[in-house]
Every structure is written in structure tokens, then in C-alpha cells.
């Protein structure tokens, strides 16, 4: 099992990886820069040596960089539009060079302009960004829907990546909350949501899972993350999600609202339930 949890980005990237040691964990998400901001710092090398030698030494697995939320590369406000189209294009390029294998991002809202036109600006966004050299993977995360989110459904997110040249960068995030709140019924019908996705996006797409409870019910199109059992969706369900024959070798990132401590217990309790 890869697992792991979301570090803050106040950590930098040598303490996010021993603090995964510590938890037991085998793989991290790290905010690609300032998460409710613009700024990013700029890690020094010994940072970078010791982060890179960390993670070979335990073998973690894929690791996941976000996006800052503030990004909305879905605007027609030319401020706001410009600023995503240089987000995404130096943090691409930033996580990149760090080895990191995906970099996530919320595809957009799209603030009235209409679902077409957001995706366009989306695609437009992610042209300039992507050049095709990469090895890093560029994932859609799948959205609750709030407001005017684009990316609650598989259809929109196969929209964007059929846009997009260097399409093969890009891949899919599965947010268990979000498909939850935006109306896939992972808890009762988990077969029938994989075929689904598999119909129209394609299974291999799929490289990461952010493994959360929801505290919304079931098609609410609201995000609120519970804590893996404290939730409407339950753990049992998300057992279900982690063990899944087409999902169990990919890796899992918790975003639940808890500290270090907290999230090092919520680790140890999904292992002692999967190993016994
Ligand atoms: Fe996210
Ligand atoms: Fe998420
Ligand atoms: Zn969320």
C-alpha cells in the first residue's frame, strides 16, 4: 500500500519527508507554493539532496504536488487568468526538476462564463504550460461541483484533456469526497463508478487517490472533508476504495482535517484494518 498524507508548506520539503517517515508513511502531497497565496520559496540544494535521499532511502512512491488554490485557470478575469497561466506553467516546470511524478491542480470555476468557455480557457492555460518534455504528470482533480466548479463530472474532465496537446502529461486525481459530494455513489455502486470512469476517461489515466471522508451527504455538491470514518461515506467504503483490485497499486493521499499526530493514527488504524 502507498499512503500518505497532505504536508503544509511551511515544513519544506526535507522536513514533510522525515515527518512521512515518521508516520509510517510511504509517500507525501506537498503544496507546490503558498497554498491561499502567490509566493513560493525557493529550496536551497541541501534541502532538495536531503528530501531526494530520504525518499530513496524508504522508497516512497509516487509523490504528489498541489497546486495553491487561489489558481483559477478556468477565469475570464484577465488578472486572475494570468496569474493561473503562470501558476501552473513555473509550478510544472519547479516540480518537475524535483523528481516529483504528479502535480495536481482544480481544473477551475468558470464564474458564469458558462461550462464551454471555462474549459477552453483551461485547455488555452495548460498549452502554454506544457511543453511535452516533462516526465512529470499533470492530474485533473475530479471536483464536488460547488458554485460554478468545472471538473465534477468524468465527461468535463475528458473535455480538458482531449483539448490539450501534449495530452499523454495528463492524468486524473480521484478526490473520494468530491466524487462523493458531486453525486458518484462510491459507497454502494464503487464497480459500477470504475466502469463508468473507465468508459469515459480510460482507468490508466487514474494516478493518484486523495483518500477523504465527506462530511456533505451524498451528491450535496459540497466539499468539507471528514476524517476517514467520521463521515457519510464511511470507512468501510473507503476500505473498499484502498483494496480494490483496480485501485489497490495506486497511491493514496489523506487530506483530513488533522495534525501530524492525528494523521499518524488515522495511518496506523487503515493499516491495522488492511492487514488483518
Ligand atoms: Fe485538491
Ligand atoms: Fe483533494
Ligand atoms: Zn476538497
Not at 69 to 79: H, I, Q, R
Not at 156 to 182: M, N, P, S
Amino acid at each position: 500500500m502507498i499512503i500518505g498524507t497532505h504536508m503544509s508548506v511551511a515544513k519544506g520539503l526535507e522536513e514533510a519527508a522525515k515527518n512521512t517517515v515518521w508516520m509510517n508513511a510511504n509517500t507525501m502531497q506537498i503544496f507546490s507554493r503558498n497554498p491561499r497565496g502567490s509566493t513560493y520559496k525557493a529550496y536551497s540544494e541541501k534541502e532538495v539532496d536531503a528530501f531526494l535521499t530520504i525518499r530513496k532511502e524508504h522508497e516512497f512512491g509516487p509523490i504528489l504536488a498541489h497546486a495553491p488554490y487561489t489558481m483559477n485557470l478556468a477565469s475570464a478575469k484577465p488578472e486572475v487568468y494570468e496569474f493561473a497561466c503562470t501558476v501552473i506553467r513555473e509550478d510544472i516546470q519547479r516540480m518537475d526538476e524535483l523528481s516529483i511524478e504528479n502535480i495536481v491542480f482544480h481544473p477551475g470555476s468558470h464564474t458564469g462564463i458558462g461550462v464551454e468557455a471555462g474549459i477552453e480557457n483551461i485547455i488555452n492555460g495548460l498549452n502554454q504550460a506544457i511543453t511535452g518534455e516533462e516526465n512529470i504528470m499533470v492530474l485533473l482533480e475530479t471536483m464536488s461541483g460547488k458554485g460554478t466548479e468545472i471538473g465534477s463530472t468524468f465527461e468535463e474532465l475528458k473535455a480538458i484533456r482531449d483539448g490539450v496537446t501534449h495530452k499523454e502529461k495528463i492524468g486524473i486525481c480521484l478526490d473520494t469526497c468530491h466524487v462523493f459530494a458531486a453525486g458518484y455513489d462510491i459507497v454502494n455502486h464503487l464497480d459500477e463508478v470504475l466502469e463508468k470512469f473507465d468508459d469515459i476517461l480510460g482507468l490508466e489515466l487514474l494516478r493518484a487517490i486523495h483518500l477523504n471522508d465527506s462530511m456533505m451527504p451524498f451528491a450535496s455538491k459540497k466539499d468539507r472533508h471528514a476524517t476517514i470514518g467520521d463521515g457519510e461515506i464511511g470507512f468501510d467504503a473507503l476500505l473498499h476504495v484502498l483494496t480494490h483490485e483496480k485501485l489497490r497499486h495506486l497511491p493514496f493521499y489523506l487530506e483530513t482535517p488533522l495534525d501530524d499526530a492525528g494523521h499518524k493514527e488515522e495511518i496506523a488504524k487503515i493499516r491495522k484494518n488492511i492487514e488483518s
